[in-house]
């Protein structure tokens, strides 16, 4: 039956200098094929729709390859198996794999692992909680906080991007393990949301004026500030390092305010790095991926707190593989309130 489906696709066209616009992509479509021995074939439900995915798209040397040009865009996402000859994913499994931005995925046996196509459980958690909280950007956060932050109860959390995915986790994490948590967010609705919603001590709208960043972590971190969780980088992180505390841990998660520089990340460094010596502090860089044995145990926690309603999720869905291009952006520019999810098909 695989064989007369039609795979719509989103290629990497050309690479983009400064923010990526419809020129930088193309969409194709071909017939799909029917899994080889040891195979499967994905369809593809939501994608996750992630500000690292700027960065792949330059030529440049990272945690992982750049995207190459003609090729279909990389991007994790949740589907069902529609048809399989092995024998670990039966049709109408619910997985989560590196599907691309296509509707369909054909997966050889020798790719499922590069793929990362696991089984997920939606009696856990939704399609959408599967890319937030109990996703990458849930991992990201979990272990960002966990084994590079070591929070201690009554310590003080700083986290940016704080209504995003990664942000939300970390935020509302941090106040379980009992530390007061201030956020730093683009406007009062995401500011409101993340105090009133997700029980955030106090968050910081940078986009409130000159200063406000500075005036308010004054404010509400009167003794400092022990982990400062960066998603954001510039100037946000400099006015943080301002105001480290004693032995505080600066988390290096990402850098969304650079990723779209003309010459490419990272763009100028931090001015206020002599802070770390000043207060004995360290900053630590993680990536998600070095942690995917542990994944569980971080999933296992995590969902005990969706339901006993310690924690929640909030996610953001635009619709539609055509609207990539401009939904990727919505990133970069703010527009996004919770985790971005692309839906691609209905479940
Ligand atoms: N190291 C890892 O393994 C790893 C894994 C996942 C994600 N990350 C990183 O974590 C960060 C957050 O990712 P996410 O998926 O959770 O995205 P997200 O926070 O859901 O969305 C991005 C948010 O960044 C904020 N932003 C955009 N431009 C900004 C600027 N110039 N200054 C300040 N804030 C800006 C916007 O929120 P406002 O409206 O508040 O401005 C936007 O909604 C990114 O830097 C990403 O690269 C790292």
Redesign the pocket.
């Given at each position: 039956m695989s064989s007369s489906l039609t795979n719509h696709q989103v290629r990497l066209a050309k690479r983009p200098e400064g923010t990526a616009t419809r020129e930088n992509w193309k969409f194709t479509t071909e017939l799909v094929g029917e899994p080889a021995e040891g195979g499967v074939l994905v369809k593809t439900l939501s994608l996750s729709l992630?500000?690292?995915m700027r960065?792949w798209l330059n030529d440049a040397k990272s945690y992982i390859a750049p995207v190459a040009i003609d090729e279909v865009m990389r991007a994790g996402g949740v589907g069902r198996v529609i048809a399989s000859k092995n024998p670990q994913f039966a049709v109408g499994d619910t997985v989560y794999g590196t599907l691309g931005v296509q509707e369909y995925m054909l997966i050889p046996e020798d790719q499922l692992k590069r793929n990362g196509l696991v089984k997920i459980d939606l009696r856990v958690g939704t399609i959408t909680q599967w890319l937030n909280v109990l996703g990458?950007?849930g991992m990201?956060g979990y272990f960002?906080l966990m084994d590079v932050g070591q929070p201690k109860a009554g310590e003080t959390v700083v986290v940016?991007?704080?209504?995003?995915?990664?942000?939300q986790t970390v935020g509302q994490l941090a106040r379980i393990k009992g530390c007061r948590v201030v956020g730093?967010?683009?406007?009062a609705a995401?500011c409101d949301w993340v105090v009133k919603e997700l029980g955030f001590d106090a968050c910081i709208d940078?986009?409130a004026g000159a200063g406000a960043v500075r005036e308010g972590l004054k404010a509400h971190c009167p003794k400092g500030v022990d982990i400062y969780f960066d998603?954001?980088?510039?100037e946000?992180l400099d006015a943080v390092l301002a105001r480290l505390a004693r032995k505080a841990r600066v988390i290096i998660?990402?850098?969304?305010?650079q990723?779209n520089n003309a010459n490419s990340m990272p763009g100028a460094g931090p001015k206020n790095y002599l802070s770390l010596l000043v207060n004995r502090a360290r900053m630590e860089?993680?990536?998600?991926?070095d942690y995917a044995d542990r994944y569980p145990i971080a999933i296992a926690e995590l969902a005990g707190y969706l339901k006993d309603g310690r924690m929640k999720s909030k996610e953001d869905i635009v619709k539609g593989l055509d609207t990539f291009p401009e939904s990727l952006n919505?990133?970069?520019?703010?527009?996004?309130?919770?985790?971005?999810v692309l839906e691609v098909a209905q479940d």
């Amino acid at each position: 039956m695989s064989s007369s489906l039609t795979n719509h696709q989103v290629r990497l066209a050309k690479r983009p200098e400064g923010t990526a616009t419809r020129e930088n992509w193309k969409f194709t479509t071909e017939l799909v094929g029917e899994p080889a021995e040891g195979g499967v074939l994905v369809k593809t439900l939501s994608l996750s729709l992630d500000p690292a995915m700027r960065g792949w798209l330059n030529d440049a040397k990272s945690y992982i390859a750049p995207v190459a040009i003609d090729e279909v865009m990389r991007a994790g996402g949740v589907g069902r198996v529609i048809a399989s000859k092995n024998p670990q994913f039966a049709v109408g499994d619910t997985v989560y794999g590196t599907l691309g931005v296509q509707e369909y995925m054909l997966i050889p046996e020798d790719q499922l692992k590069r793929n990362g196509l696991v089984k997920i459980d939606l009696r856990v958690g939704t399609i959408t909680q599967w890319l937030n909280v109990l996703g990458m950007p849930g991992m990201t956060g979990y272990f960002g906080l966990m084994d590079v932050g070591q929070p201690k109860a009554g310590e003080t959390v700083v986290v940016s991007g704080a209504a995003g995915a990664v942000g939300q986790t970390v935020g509302q994490l941090a106040r379980i393990k009992g530390c007061r948590v201030v956020g730093i967010a683009g406007g009062a609705a995401k500011c409101d949301w993340v105090v009133k919603e997700l029980g955030f001590d106090a968050c910081i709208d940078y986009k409130a004026g000159a200063g406000a960043v500075r005036e308010g972590l004054k404010a509400h971190c009167p003794k400092g500030v022990d982990i400062y969780f960066d998603n954001v980088g510039g100037e946000i992180l400099d006015a943080v390092l301002a105001r480290l505390a004693r032995k505080a841990r600066v988390i290096i998660c990402g850098a969304i305010s650079q990723y779209n520089n003309a010459n490419s990340m990272p763009g100028a460094g931090p001015k206020n790095y002599l802070s770390l010596l000043v207060n004995r502090a360290r900053m630590e860089g993680i990536v998600v991926f070095d942690y995917a044995d542990r994944y569980p145990i971080a999933i296992a926690e995590l969902a005990g707190y969706l339901k006993d309603g310690r924690m929640k999720s909030k996610e953001d869905i635009v619709k539609g593989l055509d609207t990539f291009p401009e939904s990727l952006n919505k990133l970069f520019a703010g527009e996004n309130f919770g985790k971005l999810v692309l839906e691609v098909a209905q479940d």
